[in-house]
């Protein structure tokens, strides 16, 4: 089963939410609810038109992901709208976040006052955590290790995490060039706490999600869930699917990203902070300049005064 990074306390608090009806309350936030056959929506004051929204975008994403994992979503799921970031912070630990899944509830919570902030908008935020909940539909009594279920969360959302990363670099780059070690097993449980690695692991699993649907194209990651949800451990279900071992797989992997990752790709993707280091640093020198000319502007008079009482004498 897929894990999240949500603490028990927000799932006890939501599931107590749900409970009660048409109102509901969620660390102290009223709650309304509005729904349709297939979707129900809980949603705080003034989030009326968000949730109309939802109602209307959501058949469109259920039927383009059902057409992605090739597997019809047979459960209704719940959509929580609110707009108080920090309760959301309260709820994961964390002020990175802007919307989670919990599988086992068919549960996701979205702060809405983030879905216009580039590159995150309701439809593919819903498409992003409701592919977890449909993942762990697949998987049944399965195991589907982190980075897997992450990594293809981001691939279907147009690359898009729960997370916002507001510095435009490439922290899986930077591993690459320092020759820091990438190794999925590592992130089959869980993902790491602090941020740095916490970003890291997000963009590897996205990177390594996407190497495997080029060269084996969705349907070899649909292999490798159907053996999953026959019970098979994750490793042996990506040899069986894959005919190559994960070892292999990763190595290959990591190949890939060496021969494309070089330093002129690395300046490509850093060029912003690039270009505002060299103003800086222009603006220094023009400022040293300036000063310099200066200081010989105003000795000028002083040489020429010096000049002159010399010829009188």
């Known amino acids: 089963m897929l894990r999240t990074i949500l603490p028990f306390k927000a799932v006890f608090c939501i599931v107590v939410a749900l409970a009660l009806s048409p109102t509901a309350l969620l660390w102290g936030l009223e709650l309304s609810r509005i729904e349709t056959e297939d979707i129900t929506v809980l949603y705080a004051e003034g989030l009326y038109g968000g949730a109309v929204e939802v109602l209307e975008i959501y058949p469109q994403v259920k039927e383009d992901l059902e057409k992605t994992l090739r597997q019809k979503i047979a459960f209704k799921p719940t959509v929580i709208l609110i707009r108080d970031g920090e309760v959301l912070q309260k709820m994961t630990d964390s002020s990175s976040v802007v919307a989670f899944a919990v599988p086992e509830r068919n549960i996701m919570v979205i702060d809405h006052s983030r879905m216009n902030v580039d590159p995150f908008t309701i439809g593919l935020t819903m498409k992003h955590e409701l592919c977890h909940l449909l993942l762990h539909q697949m998987a049944k009594k399965g195991a589907i290790p982190r980075w897997l279920g992450e990594g293809i969360a981001q691939w279907v959302s147009a690359g898009i995490s729960e997370m916002v990363v507001s510095e435009k670099r490439s922290r899986l780059n ?67 699917a894959l005919l190559i071992s994960f070892d292999e ?11 494309k990752l070089t330093w002129y790709t690395y300046l490509i993707n850093n060029l912003y902070e690039i270009l505002f280091f060299l103003a800086a640093l222009f603006a220094m020198i023009a400022f040293v300049r300036a000063y310099i000319r200066k200081r010989a502007y105003m000795k000028e008079p002083e040489d020429d005064e010096s000049a002159s009482g010399q010829g009188e004498l």
Request: charged share 35%; glycine share 6%.
């Open 174 to 240: 930077e591993a690459i060039l320092s020759g820091k070690s990438l190794n999925m097993r590592a992130l089959v449980e869980d993902f790491p706490r602090d941020k740095e690695s916490l970003y890291l692991a997000y963009e590897a699993s996205k990177s390594m999600v996407a190497y495997m649907i080029d060269r084996f194209g969705m349907e070899g990651i649909i292999r490798v869930l159907d053996h999953i949800r026959e019970g098979e451990e994750w490793e042996r279900a990506i040899s069986k």
């Open 249 to 259: 797989l990763q190595e290959s992997w990591h190949d890939d990203l060496k021969k």
